[in-house]
């Protein structure tokens, strides 16, 4: 599942970032800011009318970002 199919006040675990080309400076920013494999995440909310931006929730920290940027963030479901 990507994070943009992730249904609003969802839970589940990132299993990693898409990269679209080598040296991918956007991944590789979702990397830095906290995106990585094992780390819990949640969505907060989406848009208007479920649209852009996105608030999602890693760890402590919120985020806003665009569907585009959420749709390169793969996850997982939570166990239990």
């Known amino acids: 599942m990507l994070l943009s199919e992730l249904p609003t006040g969802a839970e589940a675990i990132v299993d990693g970032v898409q990269d679209t080309a080598p040296g991918d400076a ?3 920013r979702l990397r830095d ?3 990585v494999a094992g780390e819990a995440i949640r969505l907060l909310t989406r848009g208007p009318l479920g649209g852009d931006p996105l608030l999602v929730q890693v760890g402590f920290t919120r985020f806003a970002m665009r569907g585009a940027e959420a ?3 793969r996850l997982r479901r939570q166990d239990g």
């Open 33 to 35: 800011l906290g995106f």
């Open 71 to 73: 749709a390169r963030i």
């Open 26 to 28: 956007v991944a590789r």
